[in-house]
């Protein structure tokens, strides 16, 4: 295996966007998101996100094609729905990292390319000065219909890296899923870990 893993910056992320969307949709339509995506508003969301400052766009290569991605940036530079009950807890946000999401075709997973993700937004939330971070992931419950035999999830390497969940930190985020009509709320639960 021939991975290169590598933040991208400017015209970088210009020239990757639609393989990035794509990759997003291609991975979050699993279990557990279920995400029946859209790529016109993927490409915007990915603007968007890394035209925050200090943000940083990691990409995971195979050659020139694009087989994993993970975001992060400042918490205070996200949507209020993101940092609303940190806020109401009294969380300084300016001084937390948001990891936006990490993706990963499944051919490519378990080796090493998760932790070389964490490796580098942990550095650059590091360099932005932020004390702590964290990320959300969606909860789903054991008997969930579509969860495939021997799912298993990410909590244990997520844990390994230090995070863990915090209690009451949900927030809740829409998107439609597969088999949905229209968008519908899920629970994410957060994780954070000091840096």
Known sequence: MSVSVRPLAGDEIAAHISDLAALRIAVFAAYPYLYDGDEA???????????????????????????GAATASPMWAQKPEFRQVFEEKGIDTSKLFYFGESVLLPEYRGH???????????AAAKAAGAERACFAAVVRPDDHPARPAGYSPLDPFWRKRGYSPVEDFVTHLAWKEHGEETESLKPMQYWMRNL
């Open 41 to 67: 508003y993927e490409v915007e969301y990915l603007k968007e996100f890394a035209a925050a400052p200090d943000a940083v766009l990691v990409a995971a290569f195979d050659g020139g094609r694009v087989i």
């Open 112 to 122: 090493g390319i998760g932790h070389a993700f964490f490796d580098y937004r942990e």
